[in-house]
């Protein structure tokens, strides 16, 4: 079995994201980036399935800032192969581009998965997983929270909002936005990735951008504060006395 | 004219028509009447209930194998078939799974313009023009979506949908739709197990989210919830590190709570979260990020850290 993770780079959302001079941006001068989380739940699944099962994992991704650090990263937690795809992009990346210069790659490529995190923070025109799919003509499924091989195919659960899911049995290949995987993404210390980072191994490919259909952004703002809460201040002990004054203050009974 | 007219995606997979489909339809109307469209709603698989969507000028119904459950491929099939029919200006659906399983790759196959997250929907001149929700809810991108056909994800919530429940349908018609090939089959449709905690139930909620930190800590805020009465739940980061059972989680994929009052913990508020705890009646939120955008629907909050303000609230009350 031979399982691609598609994985990119997000702005660090812990960190405070300020506008760029254009108004139409994140400012990406001063903004940490980092791996998606929900990309790192996609490679533990994919991890989790080779050991149970057999096979490769091959994590390839559109190359952007520190993007080297998530391919090492992911090396060092069992990853076989790491692609980075290089086509001198900056900015802010539609989905429709980056599926497609992945559609390009994977089209050369056999597989018989691609997982992909269920969303970016940043996706405006849409998750990767289905865009992909229809680029590839390969049947999709998004809000994935479990997977397992089942004959001649893949038995893929999907979260269908409220506690409901949805399994169904699809035959492969597939393309699937992963929510959360079987296990919590595995923890790597620092030694293994060094270890990844010395021996090398990031096959790099260059591509060329397409151009695609995407909304235009005219504005990036923060949302203004409509019913922005009454702030209590910081200094624990107090803000624990009005706390606690609040709750009684509701009826509730507290012990 | 058609190319002026405006779909709406039903998105029942269980139970009732849900609450984004009215919002959606809502948004639909007034959409369609500033382009001088009409609106189209589509129910697949089943047509149960479908009898309170009124408020489109046409219903089209589709049946056919592997439709009911859920498919989503098969529903993709079934949705692109009619959209090849309708030729719609703007396709509408929710940034739920039904809506992210299809609106991406019928966008991507029929090379128009999708955008995600939207929270408001406008059209200037012959534009649309939507506002995004993006990087957790931290920014708003308002964007042009050009006067081409566009699809529409929406969040829930975003619009108002009590008008539009509408009963009786006027222009209902019936479609049997084959697919040339059907790779997903159905295999199973699970309802949430009764494990006996039910958070909805609860007065009081202690909510726990990412900025816990670690399972060990959990144990602070059970501390806090039995000290208080209260119930314990939490947002997405935590279930998903196995930290706590998928009972306890609050949100889209989770429960949706209305207790008297929510004491959230270390939750940024990513809009999945809000979705589900937003009309508690008292929201109180502590977050060491003063950005966060918890604090935009609580009622009071704190950038005090929840490790120096749990144990004052244990001393306070006698834990």
Not at chain 1, 20 to 41: H, L, P, T
Not at chain 1, 144 to 154: A, I, M, R, Y
Not at chain 2, 68 to 85: D, G, I, K, M, R
């Amino acid at each position: 079995m031979k399982i691609v993770v598609a994985m990119r780079q997000i702005a660090d959302l812990v960190e405070e994201l300020e506008v760029d001079a254009s108004g139409a941006d994140i400012d990406r001068e001063f903004v940490k980036f980092v791996s998606n989380e929900w990309d790192e739940a996609a490679l533990e699944e994919a991890l989790c399935l080779k050991e149970a099962h057999g096979g490769e994992v091959v994590v390839v991704g559109v190359d952007d800032v520190d993007f080297d650090q998530t391919l090492f990263g992911a090396l060092a937690k069992g990853a076989d192969r790491a692609v980075k795809l290089d086509c001198g992009f900056e900015g802010w990346m539609p989905t429709a581009v980056r599926a497609e210069i992945l559609a390009r790659w994977l089209r050369e490529e056999s597989f018989d998965l691609v997982l992909t995190g269920v969303q970016a923070a940043d996706d405006l025109d849409g998750q990767l997983a289905g865009v992909l799919g229809a680029r590839l003509g390969l049947p999709h499924a998004a809000v994935v929270v479990g997977l397992e091989p089942d004959g001649s195919g893949f038995k893929v659960t999907q979260e269908l909002g409220g506690g409901v899911t949805l399994t169904s049995h699809a035959t492969g290949p597939l393309v699937l936005g992963i929510q959360a995987a079987r296990q919590a993404p595995r923890y790597v210390p620092i030694s293994r990735i060094r270890q990844a980072m010395s021996a090398g191994g990031i096959e790099v490919v260059e591509v060329e951008a397409p151009s695609a259909r995407a909304p235009k952004v005219t504005r990036l703002f923060a949302p203004e504060a409509k019913g922005r809460a009454e702030m209590l201040g910081d200094k624990p002990s107090e803000v624990a006395a009005r706390i606690v004054e609040l709750i009684r203050a509701k009826g509730v009974s507290v012990s | 004219m058609a190319e002026n007219d405006v779909v709406v995606i039903a998105e029942r997979v269980v139970g009732g028509h849900p609450d984004v489909t009215f919002e959606l339809l809502g948004k639909a109307k007034e959409i369609a009447s500033a382009l001088g469209g009409e609106v189209h709603c589509l129910v697949v698989g089943s047509p149960e209930g479908h009898e309170c969507l009124g408020a489109s000028d046409h219903l089209h119904l589709v049946e056919g194998e592997h439709l009911w459950p859920y498919n989503p491929h098969a529903w993709e099939s079934a949705v692109s078939a009619l959209l090849t029919q309708i030729k719609p200006r703007l396709v509408l659906a929710s940034t739920g799974t039904v809506g992210i399983d299809l609106c991406g790759a019928l966008a991507a196959q029929s090379g128009s313009m999708l955008a995600s997250y939207v929270v408001d929907l406008s059209v200037e001149g012959s534009t649309l023009m939507a506002v995004a929700q993006l990087y957790g809810g931290k920014l708003m991108a308002e964007c042009d979506l050009g006067d081409g056909p566009a699809f529409v994800t929406a969040i829930p919530g975003s619009f108002a949908s009590q008008a539009t429940r509408v009963d009786g349908v006027a222009n209902a018609t019936s479609h049997a739709h084959e697919a040339a090939e059907v790779r997903m089959r159905h295999v199973a449709l699970t309802e949430p197990e009764k494990t006996g905690v039910d958070i909805t139930s609860e007065e009081l909620l202690v909510s726990v989210g990412r900025g816990i930190g670690s399972q060990s800590n959990i144990d602070l805020a059970q501390e806090l919830a039995e000290v208080l009465g209260a119930g314990l739940s939490a947002s997405r980061p935590v279930i998903d590190q196995g930290w706590l059972p998928k009972a306890h989680q609050v949100g889209k994929s989770g429960k949706k709570v209305k207790p008297k009052i929510y004491l959230a913990l270390g939750i940024s508020g990513a809009p999945e979260h809000l979705e589900g705890m937003r009309q508690a009646e008292l929201i109180i939120a502590c977050n060491t990020d003063a950005t966060a955008p918890i604090f935009e629907v609580a009622h009071y909050g704190t950038t005090a850290d929840l490790f120096d303000l749990v144990p004052e609230i244990l001393d306070l009350i006698g834990g």
